[in-house]
C-alpha cells in the first residue's frame, strides 16, 4: 500500500476511490473496503481511501474533546492488512471545510486523483453542508467520465456498528462484544514512560503507557492482553484505574501493563496492547499484601483466559 500525504503527482491505474474517517476500521469498515478491492479488481484498478488527517472533528470543533477508536498509525496498520493499493491522508483544514461538493469532486478527485469509479455509501455525503450525495455524484459522472457506486448493505445494525457503540462496550467491560464488532481485539499503544515503581515492590513490575492523543481509553478495571513488543507476543494483564491501595485515588487513571516471563527494560519503548477480555473492577485492598494476593489471582485468571478460552499458547 502506498501512502499519499501530498497528491500532487498522485498517480494510480484507474482508481476506484471511497472516502471518510474510517474510525475502527470495524467490520463495517471492512466490508466497504473488499468491496472496494473487488471493484478494482474488476476493471483491472486500484483501490484507494481518501481519508483525512486530522480528524475533521478536531478542526471544526476543537473545543469539543475528541476520543478515538483508532490513531492515525492504526489506521495504516489496518488498511495495509485490507490489502488496498493507495491511501490518501489528506489535510484537513477549515479552508478545506468550505468547499462545495462539486469542486471537490472536480479539483480533487477528477484533476488529482483521475478517479475512476467512486464507491459512496447510501447516506454517506462529501463537499460543504454535506450536499454531495449519491444523487448528485450521479449527476456530475456524466460530465467528468467516472463511475459511482453505492456501497452493498452492510450485514450488521448501523446503530451497532457505530464507534460510538463500540466505546459504549468497551467503556463497560463487554470486550467481546466489541472485537466481534471491531474484527480485531481493541488496541491500545503508546511509549512506556517512568512510572513509580511501586509493580516491582508487589512483585508484579509494570510497563507505564503514555497511550496516543485523543486515544479512547475503556473502562477502568484489570484486562487479560496480548503484549505486542520488538515484534514478539508476550502474554500479560493491564490495570486501568487510579490505583486507590497505593494512591489513595490518583487524579488520572493510570495505564499499567505487566508481562509475563519478561525481564527486559521497556522504558522509551513502544508497546502495543491488544485487549482481550475484562477480569475485574478495580478494587480498594485493605492493604498492600492483599493487593498482592489478588494480583497473583489475576494472573492466573489472564492464562487461563488466554490459554484455554482464546487458544493463545
Same mark, same amino acid.
Given at each position: 500500500m502506498k501512502i499519499w500525504e501530498d497528491i500532487s503527482n498522485f498517480n494510480a491505474k484507474n482508481p476506484v476511490v471511497t472516502i471518510g474517517s474510517f474510525d475502527g476500521v470495524h467490520l463495517g469498515h471492512q466490508q466497504v473496503l473488499k %468491496?472496494?478491492?473487488?471493484?478494482?479488481?474488476?476493471?483491472?484498478?486500484? *483501490?484507494?481511501?481518501?481519508?483525512?488527517?486530522? $480528524?475533521?472533528?478536531?478542526?471544526? *470543533?476543537?473545543?469539543?474533546?475528541?476520543?478515538?477508536?483508532?490513531?492515525?498509525?492504526?489506521?495504516?496498520?489496518? +488498511?495495509? #492488512?485490507?490489502? &488496498?493499493? $493507495?491511501?490518501?491522508?489528506?489535510?484537513? @483544514?477549515? #479552508?478545506? =471545510? %468550505?468547499?462545495?461538493? #462539486?469542486?471537490?469532486? #472536480? %479539483?480533487?478527485?477528477?484533476?488529482?486523483?483521475?478517479?475512476?469509479?467512486? &464507491?459512496?455509501?447510501?447516506?454517506?455525503?462529501?463537499? /460543504?453542508?454535506?450536499?454531495?450525495? +449519491?444523487?448528485?455524484?450521479?449527476?456530475?459522472? =456524466?460530465?467528468?467520465?467516472?463511475?459511482?457506486?453505492? %456501497?452493498?448493505?452492510? /450485514?450488521?445494525?448501523?446503530?451497532? &456498528?457505530?464507534? @460510538?457503540?463500540?466505546?459504549? &462496550?468497551?467503556?463497560h467491560g463487554k470486550l467481546l462484544a466489541a472485537s466481534k464488532l471491531l474484527g480485531y481485539p481493541y488496541v491500545l499503544s503508546g511509549n512506556v514512560v517512568r512510572g513509580q515503581q511501586i509493580g516491582n515492590k508487589l512483585g508484579f513490575p509494570t510497563a507505564n503507557v503514555l497511550p496516543c492523543d485523543n486515544k479512547f481509553i475503556p473502562g477502568m478495571g484489570v484486562y487479560a492482553v496480548m503484549v505486542e513488543y520488538d515484534k514478539k507476543s508476550y502474554k500479560g494483564m493491564m490495570n486501568i484505574g487510579l490505583r486507590p491501595t497505593i494512591d489513595d485515588y490518583a487524579k488520572k487513571p493510570v495505564i499499567e501493563a505487566h508481562l509475563f516471563d519478561f525481564k527486559e527494560n521497556l522504558y522509551g519503548k513502544f508497546i502495543k496492547i491488544s485487549i482481550i477480555r475484562k477480569l475485574r473492577n478495580e478494587y480498594k485492598f485493605d492493604s498492600v499484601d492483599a493487593l498482592r494476593a489478588q494480583l497473583k489471582k489475576d494472573k492466573q485468571f489472564a492464562l487461563e483466559t488466554l490459554n484455554k478460552e482464546f487458544g493463545i499458547q
Open positions: %468491496q472496494l478491492n473487488d471493484i478494482a479488481k474488476n476493471i483491472d484498478g486500484e *483501490s484507494v481511501v481518501f481519508t483525512f488527517s486530522p $480528524h475533521p472533528a478536531k478542526v471544526l *470543533s476543537p473545543e469539543k474533546e475528541l476520543v478515538l477508536l483508532t490513531t492515525i498509525e492504526e489506521k495504516i496498520e489496518l +488498511f495495509t #492488512e485490507s490489502k &488496498l493499493d $493507495h491511501l490518501v491522508l489528506y489535510p484537513f @483544514t477549515k #479552508e478545506f =471545510s %468550505q468547499l462545495k461538493y #462539486e469542486d471537490f469532486v #472536480e %479539483q480533487i478527485l477528477v484533476d488529482k486523483l483521475g478517479v475512476n469509479t467512486i &464507491l459512496i455509501g447510501y447516506d454517506n455525503t462529501v463537499g /460543504r453542508n454535506k450536499k454531495g450525495d +449519491f444523487k448528485q455524484l450521479k449527476k456530475l459522472s =456524466s460530465k467528468f467520465d467516472f463511475k459511482v457506486i453505492k %456501497q452493498n448493505e452492510i /450485514r450488521f445494525d448501523e446503530k451497532e &456498528l457505530s464507534s @460510538t457503540h463500540i466505546r459504549t &462496550l468497551l467503556s
